[in-house]
């Protein structure tokens, strides 16, 4: 698979997308030594680090000080006058996200990758034509093109934003109808529940987060109730009309009309492989419109490559840049070609509280082996208890029933995502119970439950 750089073609690799996987893919190939450049029609560092990942994390932290300073009383401090200003949060998000887009594009150009600033299209097998009408030729084209928002088919849909228009709000809505039930309609709902908009979760199907553990996904959907956050499920929009004192009028398939000041749809996101001049390379679509790719990430053309969101494996950062990594050093290094591992990939949903997951849910470890063991913890935090707040966690571990190993992890926790991370490692390595039980526990923490539980 190892490819050397030839006269015959302007660039060894031409990548079309500079976010996650893009960015990765490009950077590690130039380090090997190939000719590299790389087109991105919105700005580097892609969806994680401009509209996704990075600037939601950034808000859930800023949100979370409404509940912080709520508990901090009963710890003794007082916080009467405490006030949040948005566009101060708003602003401040912007710049380290400017300023992440600057590090990641000095990694590129000390990397002596070619930044085109616009955007690119196939035109032939190995042609790339830029948006300025420059027309450039590559021997191995990576597509790293991501995702996007879907925006549903409902009269008026356009007066609804996405996550993308979140991060850029000149005010905070009062009342925000957030339509999904995955896990930036969670993150979303959690962020401006705390920052006191009255939220509205709109579900078309039955129940939230569907890939996640029933117990734990149950947990999430009382606690936000407790919250506050209002939930409908079964319900369809059937339009959006603009209201003349300004907000909308929603009608929606469970009632009359209402108004709320923002409609926001999180409702999937759509592999980007439209008006990328696929056809004109012979590159074959899968049924939802990403781009279909084998173990090491080609497509059906031999030197047409596609990492991240736009193959539509598992849409998330880490995957994305494994991806543009396993890419680069099978086709430009020196060693054997590597393919991805897309089992036991760790997740995490922001909300408030969060959710971390790895592994079989206990439905799927029921389906899929022949005998289960499922282990739960179900407590009041410490903090939540001097805090006066009555929230319960839950920590839920599914084992083999023969042989002990450790199938999947659940939880939903303050910290959750944090515990996971090292959780993870020992269900990748196919750890038992036994081996959780001969460790010892550290004393006082949430995650001692996971050497706990009996
Ligand atoms: C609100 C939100 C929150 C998220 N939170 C998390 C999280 O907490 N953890 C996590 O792991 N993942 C999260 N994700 C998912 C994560 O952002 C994506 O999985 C990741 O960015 C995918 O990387 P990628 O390289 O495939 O695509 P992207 O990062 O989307 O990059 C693709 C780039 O290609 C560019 N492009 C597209 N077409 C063209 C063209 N024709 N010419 C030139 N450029 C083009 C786009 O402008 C874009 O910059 C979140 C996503 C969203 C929307």
């Known amino acids: 698979?190892?490819?050397?750089?030839?006269?015959?073609?302007?660039?060894?690799?031409?990548?079309?997308?500079?976010?996650?996987?893009?960015?990765?893919?490009?950077?590690?190939?130039?380090?090997?030594?190939?000719?590299?450049?790389?087109?991105?029609?919105?700005?580097?560092?892609?969806?994680?680090?401009?509209?996704?990942?990075?600037?939601?994390?950034?808000?859930?932290?800023?949100?979370?000080?409404?509940?912080?300073?709520?508990?901090?009383?009963?710890?003794?401090?007082?916080?009467?006058?405490?006030?949040?200003?948005?566009?101060?949060?708003?602003?401040?998000?912007?710049?380290?996200?400017?300023?992440?887009?600057?590090?990641?594009?000095?990694?590129?150009?000390?990397?002596?990758?070619?930044?085109?600033?616009?955007?690119?299209?196939?035109?032939?097998?190995?042609?790339i034509t830029l948006a300025s009408g420059k027309v450039v030729t590559a021997k191995t084209i990576l597509i790293a093109t991501g995702a996007r928002p879907r925006m549903p088919e409902c009269q008026g849909a356009e007066h609804a934003i996405s996550s993308n228009e979140a991060f850029h709000l000149d005010e905070l809505p009062k009342k925000i109808i957030i339509a999904g039930g995955g896990y930036i309609a969670n993150e979303f709902a959690g962020i401006f529940n705390e920052f006191g908009s009255e939220v509205h979760i709109v579900n078309r199907g039955d129940r939230l987060l569907r890939s996640y553990d029933e117990a734990v996904r149950d947990r999430l959907l009382q606690i936000s109730t407790m919250k506050g956050i209002q939930f409908r499920f079964n319900t369809t929009f059937e339009y959006i009309k603009p209201c003349s004192e300004g907000g909308y009028f929603v009608k929606m398939s469970d009632c009359d009309e209402e108004k709320a000041d923002l409609v926001m749809f999180a409702v999937g996101r759509v592999p980007n492989t439209e008006g990328l001049g696929l056809e004109n390379a012979g590159v074959e679509l899968g049924e939802g419109g990403e781009i279909k790719v084998d173990r090491f990430s080609k497509t059906n053309v031999d030197h047409i490559y596609a990492v991240g969101d736009v193959t539509d494996r598992v849409q998330l950062t880490p995957v994305?840049?494994?991806?543009?990594?396993?890419?680069?050093?099978?086709?430009?290094?020196?060693?054997?070609?590597?393919?991805?591992?897309?089992?036991?990939?760790?997740?995490?949903?922001?909300?408030?509280?969060?959710?971390?997951?790895?592994?079989?849910?206990?439905?799927?470890?029921?389906?899929?082996?022949?005998?289960?063991?499922?282990?739960?913890?179900?407590?009041?935090?410490?903090?939540?208890?001097?805090?006066?707040?009555?929230?319960?966690?839950?920590?839920?571990?599914?084992?083999?029933?023969?042989?002990?190993?450790?199938?999947?992890?659940?939880?939903?926790?303050?910290?959750?995502?944090?515990?996971?991370?090292?959780?993870?490692?020992?269900?990748?390595?196919?750890?038992?119970?036994?081996?959780?039980?001969?460790?010892?526990?550290?004393?006082p923490t949430m995650a001692e439950e996971l050497v706990l539980m009996r």
């Open 320 to 443: 994305a840049i494994r991806e543009g990594q396993a890419f680069a050093d099978s086709v430009f290094g020196d060693g054997e070609p590597v393919a991805v591992d897309h089992s036991c990939i760790p997740s995490a949903v922001f909300s408030h509280p969060p959710i971390a997951a790895v592994g079989m849910t206990e439905g799927e470890a029921k389906n899929q082996l022949g005998s289960v063991k499922v282990y739960l913890s179900d407590f009041r935090p410490m903090k939540n208890v001097l805090a006066g707040r009555n929230e319960r966690s839950l920590i839920k571990m599914i084992c083999d029933g023969d042989s002990g190993r450790i199938v999947g992890i659940h939880m939903i926790a303050p910290e959750a995502p944090e515990m996971m991370q090292a959780a993870a490692i020992a269900v990748k390595a196919g750890l038992t119970k036994e081996d959780f039980d001969a460790t010892t526990a550290i004393h």
């Open 1 to 127: 698979m190892a490819s050397a750089p030839t006269g015959e073609y302007d660039f060894d690799l031409f990548t079309i997308g500079a976010g996650s996987g893009g960015v990765r893919a490009s950077r590690v190939a130039a380090a090997h030594g190939a000719k590299v450049a790389v087109a991105e029609e919105h700005r580097v560092g892609g969806t994680c680090v401009i509209r996704g990942c990075v600037p939601k994390k950034m808000l859930v932290y800023g949100a979370h000080f409404a509940e912080d300073l709520k508990d901090a009383r009963n710890f003794g401090w007082s916080t009467e006058n405490a006030t949040f200003d948005w566009i101060t949060l708003r602003d401040n998000v912007l710049k380290d996200v400017e300023r992440i887009e600057g590090a990641y594009t000095n990694t590129l150009e000390s990397h002596e990758v070619t930044i085109f600033k616009e955007r690119a299209e196939i035109t032939g097998p190995h042609e």
